[in-house]
């Protein structure tokens, strides 16, 4: 059995109500886990109610229309949870054995923090919350002190309202374009005698993690985040990017490891592209992973992100049973043949009040292949202009 075994959620592309958040918790207390990540700041949203920044609240909260893929929606959305909420869940959780991780993504992912905060980008100009689905250019510059102030302002907060040990900090999809002509990044780069953009971030990055780490918290990071050879070795990576040499290479020199690659704990993604079997097939390991670097996986998590999810039911069905199969991984109960863990499944499926389900015939890989998935599923989300956006 592993030590974490996690599920996130995403409550910035879309949010879910706090009686939502309850019955996924209840369910995920029925499948023993016991760690609840909680996304709350991206580029489309910001959801952590700030007293010392209350901009935050206003700005960062509300987009003005939400355009992901095909469902236009052309009303504003979005508020932050509350602190007596986001204690709510706390407690709720605890209650139940899980610890809430809350996760604070920098320095990527932050258009709705740069819109409420612009002076903390490298122009310092205007920033605009995020519409649409995607990675953005506009991130933290790095090289402003004022920048590490009030990140850790706001970690601060975070920590009055998330007693875990564990904080997540995000490290993921964060482009250069800005720090490579922003002469303050340039001037820290050439005093510091830093040649890569990936060992630029972790200096930053490393000294958040430096700073919670001194307040008895341990930092998870996502896996790009070892691409820079210089990251601390305290943070804990996620590993989702399925290109493992770098995150192999930190987990084999001591570093530890959760385990969510996409192509199997990915939940947003249809049935048809991650089947049942597959996240049930995965195994606890990395190729290239030495015996040593094998126990510093610490565990697995399953995740949900929700750009195209708008309603708790379409969520429920896309989580479940595929997160039943991230739960038998994280006990070490995997062993069983598929088909008796199908019998399983079923027997569990029956102590989930209320819970939705995809519809079996969706669960197992059906005859026509993962390309043709994949087509699908650009198909049904993305428009013209967002693979023109992408490509170019
Ligand atoms: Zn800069």
Redesign the pocket.
């Known amino acids: 059995m592993f030590e974490y075994r996690g599920f996130m959620l995403d409550s910035v592309r879309h949010m879910q109500r706090i009686e939502e958040i309850k019955k996924l918790i209840d369910a995920l207390a029925v499948l023993k886990f016991n760690k609840f990540h909680w996304h709350l700041t991206d580029d489309q949203g910001w959801r952590f109610e700030s007293e010392r920044f209350p901009e935050l609240n206003t700005v960062a909260a509300v987009r003005p229309y939400s355009d992901f893929g095909k469902t236009r929606d052309d009303e504003p959305y979005g508020r932050v949870y509350t602190k007596s909420e986001m204690r709510e869940i706390v407690d709720y959780c605890a209650e139940r054995g899980i610890d809430v991780i809350p996760e604070f993504d920098i320095p990527g992912h932050t258009s709705a923090l740069l819109s409420a905060i612009p002076s903390l980008s ?1 122009s310092g100009k205007d920033v605009k919350i995020k519409t649409h689905q995607g990675i953005f250019k506009d991130v933290l ?4 002190e004022e920048t590490f102030e009030v990140i850790t302002a706001i970690l601060d907060e975070f920590l009055e309202v998330f007693p875990s040990e564990y904080i997540h900090i995000g490290g993921d999809e964060a482009p250069r374009d ?2 490579k002509s ?1 002469p ?2 340039q001037k820290y780069m050439q005093e510091n005698g830093i040649e890569n953009y990936a060992e630029y971030q972790n200096c930053f990055m490393n000294r958040i993690i430096g700073y919670l780490e001194s307040k008895n918290r341990h930092c998870i990071v996502w896996n790009e985040a070892a691409n820079g050879s210089n990251l601390d070795k305290r943070a804990i990576i996620q590993y989702w990017k399925e290109n493992p040499k770098p995150a192999v290479k930190f987990i084999n020199g001591g570093g530890k490891a959760i385990l969510s690659p996409f192509s199997y704990c990915y939940f947003d993604y249809d049935y048809n592209i991650t089947p049942l079997n597959r996240t049930y097939s995965l195994k606890p390991y990395l190729n290239g992973l030495t015996e040593e670097g094998k126990k510093n996986i610490i565990g697995v998590e399953g995740t949900v992100w929700t750009e195209y999810i708008i309603g708790n039911e379409q969520l429920e069905s896309l989580v479940f049973p595929r997160i039943i199969a991230v739960s038998k991984l994280a006990l070490g109960e995997n062993n069983k043949p598929y088909k008796d863990f199908v019998a399983d499944v079923h027997g569990i499926r029956n102590r989930l009040n209320g819970i939705a389900f995809c519809d079996e015939k969706l669960w197992k890989k059906p005859r026509i292949s993962t390309a043709y998935g994949w087509l699908k599923f650009v198909k049904d989300h993305y428009t013209k202009e967002f693979i023109k956006e992408q490509i170019l």
């Open positions: 490298c510059c790095l090289a402003k800005h720090w922003c303050d990044c």
